[in-house]
């Protein structure tokens, strides 16, 4: 069975990171969107309220499963017999960030294979850093957001 990891913070989660996992679904049999807990890095979003979109998102679709796990990503593959990590690219300088990460990941996750997607046109302007950066400033989110997504008050 091809199962496919796709990590991230998803703080919040963004419509680019749907369109990523919505177009992995034919290549994998099973694809489970993975919160990274990183005990160093402040979020805005609570893990719980990050599990709570990816669940409303993408419930209703058989082959996504709903994950959160801790330490080393490459780890967590290899733990639930995942062979393949998920990633989507957007730009050169992802590009240069995720070569190394999928080169080290390939090493430390036992041939774990990671998968690319080069961003859809309309979606490669679309980061959960700048959607953060206009919430906190007051701004209009949504074009950015699932459109069932609902923004807690901060
Ligand atoms: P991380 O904290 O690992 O960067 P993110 O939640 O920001 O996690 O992103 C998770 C994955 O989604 C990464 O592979 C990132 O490149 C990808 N991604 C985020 N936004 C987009 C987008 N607009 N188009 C394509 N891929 C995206």
């Known amino acids: 069975m091809k199962i496919a990891v796709f990590p991230g913070s998803f ?17 994998f049999d099973k694809v489970v969107v993975a919160v990274g807990i990183n005990s160093q890095k402040k979020y805005l979003y609570t893990l719980e309220q990050r599990l709570n979109w990816l669940e409303e998102v993408f419930g209703d679709e058989p082959k996504i499963e709903i994950a959160s796990y801790e ?19 957007r730009n050169a300088s992802d590009f240069d960030y995720e070569k190394t990460i999928s080169q080290l990941n390939n090493i430390v ?14 979606y490669s302007h679309i980061s959960s850093s700048i959607v953060r950066e206009i919430i906190r400033g007051g701004g209009d989110a949504s074009p950015f957001l699932p459109a069932t997504l609902k923004l807690p008050k901060l």
């Open 71 to 89: 330490g080393l990503t490459a780890h967590y593959c290899n733990k639930i017999g995942a062979g393949f990590l998920l990633r989507g690219l």
């Open 11 to 27: 703080d919040p989660i963004t419509t680019g990171h749907v369109r990523i996992v919505k177009r992995a679904l034919p290549i």
């Open 109 to 122: 996750g036992k041939n774990l294979e990671t998968v690319f997607l080069i961003s859809e046109p309309a």
